[in-house]
């Protein structure tokens, strides 16, 4: 089995996220890849994320990651991490980057965890609210999306299968699952029944070049109760649940400037990953931040800062029963205290984050 993890996610490097990078789509009106490559055109698009992909991320992020006690990265990628040029867009590849990536966890000792967090056609956001009216995942339906995401799956594994950093593949990054919400209505996302039968299938893709002692990763999509029984046989070895814990948009959230509210947000933290241990799973927390809600005008951004600290502190400890965690994230350009690494856990002991 693996070391405890103690990670950080690289958000925003090969997926562009407006709230991690503005800069990228200032003055542009976009709001996500697609959107600044129609405003751009390929040809200037493809040049600002090359420039991107070389200077956000570099060896001294990783040098620094290992000197404030994190010892893994977990990267997301987009399902054209190898490129992809149609008539309709495209894109370079990362997969240089990814190298490079790779050769710097090995020289300052740590793991990678690489992420297939975008699919064709869209997975949605399983972090989104339920009530989010806006939630696309219509990936099951296209044409070759499924195929398409087994494709870089292997390609990964075939590239980095066998690499010492290498941690393991997440084979989708948090796709919104349609679960029952009456007798005979369900709620709008992918069919249970097609991610599991997904999930098994990339299972087989990756294992034919990842040794078992690396590990799989899959969503528990918000839902852990939801996998019992599954991939129980003994054909399926080293393979991890992961739950995304947030605490500031969904219908569970919680004021965490009452005591009340902090402590309910840390019991819901401690019941989901006991009921995802329960199944027998192997469980990490593949994100989770500072954030949270905060009453209103009343507390000031010093406040704001130091309950988003206590918040952070409290959460650490609810982990301890999974096998180790990955904030959200490691660097945003506004340094934003609840969600970059950079702020949010360099104020804690070393002794904290182990």
Same mark, same amino acid.
């Not at 693996?2 to 709001?31: C, H, K, M, Q, Y």
């Not at 893709?205 to 969503?219: A, D, E, G, L, N």
């Not at 019992?228 to 003994?234: C, E, I």
């Given at each position: ?21 503005? *800069? ?31 200077? #956000? ?24 991490? #190898? ?52 939630? $696309?995942?219509?990936?099951?339906? *296209? ?22 950093? /290498? ?11 349609? $679960? ?64 995304? /814990? ?79 965690? #990955? ?28």
């Amino acid at each position: 089995m693996f070391d405890r993890i103690r990670g950080v996610n690289l958000s925003g490097w090969f997926i562009l996220e407006p709230w991690v990078t503005p *800069s990228l789509f200032a003055a542009t009106g976009a709001s996500n890849d697609g959107e600044l490559q129609q405003v751009l055109g390929p040809a200037a698009y493809n040049e600002r994320i090359r420039e991107h992909y070389e200077t #956000f991320i570099s060896e001294l992020d990783f040098k620094r990651m290992s000197a404030m006690g994190l010892n893994a990265v977990r990267i997301p990628l987009p399902w054209y991490a #190898f490129g992809s040029q149609n008539e309709h867009e495209s894109y370079i590849s990362c997969i240089d980057y990814i190298d490079r990536a790779m050769e710097w966890a090995n020289k300052y000792e740590m793991k990678v965890l690489l992420d297939l967090a975008t699919v064709p056609g869209g997975q949605g956001d399983s972090n989104s609210s339920a009530t989010t009216s806006d939630i $696309v995942a219509d990936w099951h339906s *296209s044409a070759n999306g499924r195929a398409t995401a087994l494709e870089v799956l292997e390609r990964l594994a075939e590239r980095y299968g066998e690499q010492d950093p /290498l941690l393991g593949i997440e084979l989708l990054d948090s796709p919104v699952m349609s $679960v029952r919400t009456g007798l005979f209505s369900a709620s709008v996302g992918i069919p249970s029944h097609y991610l599991r039968n997904f999930y098994r299938d990339a299972y087989e893709v990756v294992r034919r070049h990842m040794p078992t002692r690396k590990i799989v990763v899959f969503s528990d999509s918000g839902h852990p109760g939801a996998w019992k029984r599954f991939m129980a046989g003994d054909q399926y070895q080293n393979v991890v649940m992961d739950l995304h /814990l947030y605490h500031f948009r969904d219908e569970t959230a919680q004021d965490i400037t009452t005591p009340r509210g902090l402590t309910s947000a840390i019991q819901r933290n401690k019941a989901l990953i006991h009921e995802a241990k329960s199944l027998k799973f192997h469980v990490i927390v593949g994100e989770w931040s500072g954030a949270a809600v905060l009453s209103g005008s009343s507390v000031t951004p010093e406040g704001r800062r130091a309950y988003e600290r206590v918040f952070v502190s409290n959460q650490l400890a609810t982990f301890d029963a999974a096998d180790g965690w #990955f904030f959200q994230t490691w660097k945003t350009e506004r340094r934003l205290p609840a969600w970059d690494a950079r702020v949010a856990l360099a104020p804690l002991e070393r002794a904290m984050m182990e």
